[in-house]
């Protein structure tokens, strides 16, 4: 069982938008801004998408954006492409014993 | 641009150590701003993080408490790369492990470089 919960699939057409959450602990999400996502293709390795919870690596589509509130962060993407079928993870700093936290993973399906 | 070169056997005998080695190019083990971690992946414990080096005037590590009593990973200056051992496997270690590099923002804790990944079997 991973320590941030994820729902396992999400889906939606190409154009609209859809939201993953991620929900963590007041000892991980909850206490720090340093929630990051990445995005996985099949057989690939893990890509950044979102870093400290809202900011964007250079590269990455402005279509993906980040927030957080409480011990809840979300990642949303607007104007749905093929291209974003994939699973993507959250992942939280959770203190200086445990370190990193990540979610489950959650499926996107492009329909 | 940074790029990640993992190398390493991917079947290991249970109770052997497993060995992985991380070259790095486009950035140095030794830099005072990145970390560098070891981070599976597997269908039963999805992605867990392992554990790094990092250097910061002198060396340090960190462990995930699951693998702390068996995870060595060490920096190779002369090499330009870092390495994970970890002893005593059994079964449940199945799994493909990556590098990956911390410190490409503000914080550590966001990897923003991967290595390609290494399918590592435990299995007599």
């Known amino acids: 069982q991973s320590a941030l919960t994820q729902p396992a699939s999400v889906s939606g057409s190409p154009g609209q938008s859809i939201t993953i959450s991620c929900t963590g602990t007041?000892?991980?999400?909850?206490?720090?801004?340093?929630v990051s996502w990445y995005q996985q293709h099949p057989g690939k390795a893990p890509k950044l998408m979102i870093y400290?919870?809202?900011k964007r690596p250079s590269g990455v589509s402005n279509r993906f954006s980040g927030s957080k509130s409480g011990s809840t962060a979300s990642l949303t993407i607007s104007g749905l492409q093929a291209e974003d079928e994939a699973d993507y993870y959250c992942?939280?700093?959770?203190?200086?014993?445990?370190?990193?936290?990540f979610g489950g993973g959650t499926k996107l399906t492009v329909l | 641009q940074v790029q990640l070169q993992q190398s390493g056997p991917g079947l290991v005998k249970p109770s052997q150590t497993l060995s992985l080695t991380c070259a790095i190019s486009?950035?140095?083990?030794?830099?005072?701003?990145?970390?560098w971690n070891w981070i599976r992946q597997s269908p039963s414990r999805g992605l867990e993080w392992l554990g790094r080096?990092?250097?910061?005037?002198?060396?340090?590590?960190d462990y995930a408490v699951s693998v702390k009593s068996r995870i060595t990973v060490n920096p190779d200056t002369s090499k330009n790369q870092f390495s994970l051992q970890l002893n005593s496997v059994t079964p449940e270690d199945t799994a493909v492990y990556y590098c990956?590099?911390?410190?490409?923002?503000?914080?550590?804790?966001?990897?923003?470089?991967w290595g390609q990944g290494t399918l590592v079997t435990v299995s007599s």
């Open positions: 990956a590099r911390g410190g490409g923002h503000t914080s550590t804790w966001d990897f923003d470089y």
């Open positions: 486009g950035d140095s083990v030794s830099s005072n701003t990145a970390a």
């Open positions: 080096t990092y250097y910061r005037s002198k060396w340090y590590n």
């Open positions: 007041s000892s991980d999400v909850g206490s720090h801004n340093l």
């Open positions: 400290e919870a809202s």
């Open positions: 992942c939280s700093y959770a203190g200086s014993i445990t370190f990193v936290v």
